[in-house]
C-alpha cells in the first residue's frame, strides 16, 4: 500500500511542480531559474511544516506522512528530502557530518551530471 500512496503523491508533487515552473516562466522569464530556487525553498518550508507537525502532534497516520513527506512533498521537489536530512544531522549534534553531506551533495552531483552530460555528447 505505501508504493501506491507514495505513487498517488508523487503525481500531484510533479504536476504542482511542472505548473510552479511554467507559472515562473511567464512571469520571471528564463534568464534566471526562479522557479527551481522557488520550488526548493517552497517545498523545503512545506517538510518543516509538515515534519514539524508530525513531532509535535499525534493527528496523522503513518499513510498520511508517507504520503505527504515522500509523495507529495518528494514530488515537488527531493530537495526538501535533502533539507530535512542535513537538518537532522544537525540537531543530533553532527554538524560536521551535515556540512560534508551538503557540500559533497552539491559538488559531487554537479560533477556527476557536468561529467556524464560531457560523456554523452562526445558519444553521440
Known sequence: MGYLIVFIGSGLGGMIRYAVGMLSIRVFGT???FGTLGINVLGSALMGIVVGVFTTTNL???????????????????????????????????HLAA???????????LMALILTMMVIRRHL
Do not use: H
Not at 82 to 89: H, N, T
Not at 99 to 109: D, E, F, G, R, T
Open 60 to 94: 496523522t497516520s503513518q499513510d498520511t506522512k508517507l504520503f505527504l513527506t515522500t509523495g507529495v512533498i518528494g514530488g515537488f521537489t527531493t530537495f526538501s528530502t535533502f533539507s530535512l536530512d542535513a537538518a537532522v544531522l544537525c540537531e543530533r549534534g553532527q
Open 99 to 109: 556540512a560534508a553531506y551538503v557540500v559533497a551533495s552539491v559538488i559531487v552531483s
Open 31 to 33: 534568464n534566471f531559474p
